[in-house]
């Protein structure tokens, strides 16, 4: 996802609250202060609330702290300690002033407490404010990953989405493909036409592979200097090879002038290497492998892909 794409999202996009309280009554007060501005979710009890959580990652929740079974602190610690949820904002409704309940509130990782019985502007000022510091939060968060040159994903994003994804084709003995591309002789082309048009050049080759991945699960990111990498979960070694040679053949079909390059033209090269994780393999193994083909299509005359099943 680009720069401009990410900053216009939260204007679009509903928020999405959870509501948690064991009295229908609170819920439905609520519910009928935020259901025409919010996305609403609903749970009587801690454990639905959990489940809804991961389902669903909601913006806010809105926490009864007395409850039968789990309380709701218990609840904010479970959201906390999983870093799939631990981004929600969580806020404590209680019918108790307690200072010691705040602290204790606040040390869990809380961003706010609503009292009972709930005064609806008070409660409509917090929430909108708690929503609009998440959404801020969410929106710095993901600039943090993005390559700010090119708008794909920056190495430290791909650092933290390959791993997870090597655990869910592990897990679920699904293949799993990666493809390292790198553009031809583009030291030349820095020396020939100068570093600005460099820059632009590697604007229009990410755009290109981010265009030519067409599924949602599929990832590129710009791995360093003139190098982008693609994570293709669920691919065998024939899919991958498709799509890298696709993307090679897109980037040639823009026709950017590159006489410097035995092609004339910008071109890239590309190492595929595909495996069905398992224990005994690292997905550092899988990137060493790509990395290998690639050398290998710059070795055999670029502008080419080069793949490996493990």
């Known amino acids: 996802m680009h720069l401009a794409e990410l900053i216009a999202r939260p204007q679009s996009e509903k928020g999405k609250i959870l509501i948690v309280d064991d009295q229908p009554l609170n819920i439905k007060i609520l519910h009928q202060l935020f259901n025409e ?33 789990i309380s709701g602190f218990d609840v904010c610690q479970h959201i906390k300690a999983d870093p799939e949820t631990a981004t929600i904002g969580v806020i404590f409704v209680t019918a108790h002033f307690d200072e010691v309940q705040e602290v204790k509130g606040f040390q869990l990782g809380a961003v706010d407490f609503i009292h009972k019985p709930i005064n609806p502007i008070i409660t409509t000022a917090r929430v909108k404010n708690q929503f609009t510091l998440k959404r801020q939060s969410d929106l710095l968060h993901s600039i943090a990953l993005l390559d700010s040159l090119t708008g794909v994903a920056n190495r430290r994003q791909f650092e933290q989405r390959l791993p997870e994804i090597w655990k869910h084709c592990c897990r679920n003995e699904l293949a799993l493909s990666v493809v390292m591309l790198d553009v031809d002789f583009f030291k030349r082309f820095n020396d020939r036409y100068g570093h600005q048009e460099g820059d632009q050049c590697l604007r229009h080759v990410a755009k290109t592979i ?18 982008f990498i693609c994570i293709l979960p669920e691919t065998k070694l024939a899919g991958a090879i498709h799509t890298a040679q696709k993307i090679v053949n897109a980037v040639q079909a823009l026709h950017l002038e590159h006489l410097e390059s035995s092609f004339q033209e910008v071109t890239i090269s590309a190492g595929v290497a595909s495996v069905l994780p398992k224990s005994d393999l690292t997905w550092q193994t899988l990137i060493e492998t790509a990395d290998q083909q690639l050398y290998l299509a710059k070795e055999n005359g670029r502008n080419q892909v080069v793949g490996l099943g493990l």
Do not use: H, W
């Not at 979710?41 to 009864?64: S, W």
């Not at 981010?210 to 949602?216: E, K, V």
């Open 37 to 69: 501005e919010y996305e609403l979710f609903m749970a009587t009890n801690g454990e639905q609330a959990i489940a809804i959580c991961q389902k669903v990652q909601p913006d806010l929740v809105l926490l009864d702290i007395e409850m039968p079974g």
């Open 210 to 227: 981010s265009d030519s991945l067409q599924r949602a699960t599929d990832f590129v990111a710009r791995y360093g200097g003139e190098e």
